[in-house]
């Protein structure tokens, strides 16, 4: 078995299809269910569905309510060519509009120490943001 697709319903698919081109995705297929326009972009993550929803509903805030279950983010790794995660978000704001939840910090998570940050998408999706930094133990020579 193996992932086929995640799934995003978004109040403005064509202000969502701008966001995660952004991200480095790219329209794969675009289709309708129901009434609704929809689409599959493949990326960083694998395939991306979304979908147009007609009369939303404002979303749970996952990212600001520590009481939330249920998805909570995508977590994108960073690679070197970027040089950190600061010069990726710069690169990225250019590119398309980002609401930043949380800035760039430092955190370690198990062995490996990273540079982490939470942006959202256009619908409030909470989006994590690694860039690994190392172990903090290993040793300079």
């Known amino acids: 078995m193996k992932l ?18 952004g991200l480095g995705f790219a329209i794969e297929e675009r289709f309708t269910t129901g009434m609704t326009l929809a689409c599959w972009m493949v990326g960083p993550w694998g395939r991306l569905e979304l979908m147009q929803v007609p009369e939303p509903h404002p979303a749970p805030d996952p990212f600001g309510d520590p009481h939330y279950v249920g998805y ?42 990273y540079t982490v940050a939470f942006i959202a998408d256009p619908d409030g999706l909470p989006i994590e943001l690694l860039y690994p930094q190392g172990s903090p133990n290993a040793e300079q020579g």
């Open 4 to 21: 086929h697709h995640f799934s995003i319903r978004a109040a403005d698919i064509f202000r969502s299809i701008a966001f995660y081109e």
């Open 72 to 113: 909570y983010h995508p977590s994108i790794e960073i690679g070197p060519e970027w040089g950190s995660l600061s010069a990726y978000l710069e690169h990225l704001q250019a590119q398309v509009p980002v609401t930043l939840l949380l800035p760039p910090q430092p955190q370690q998570i198990g062995t490996q120490l």
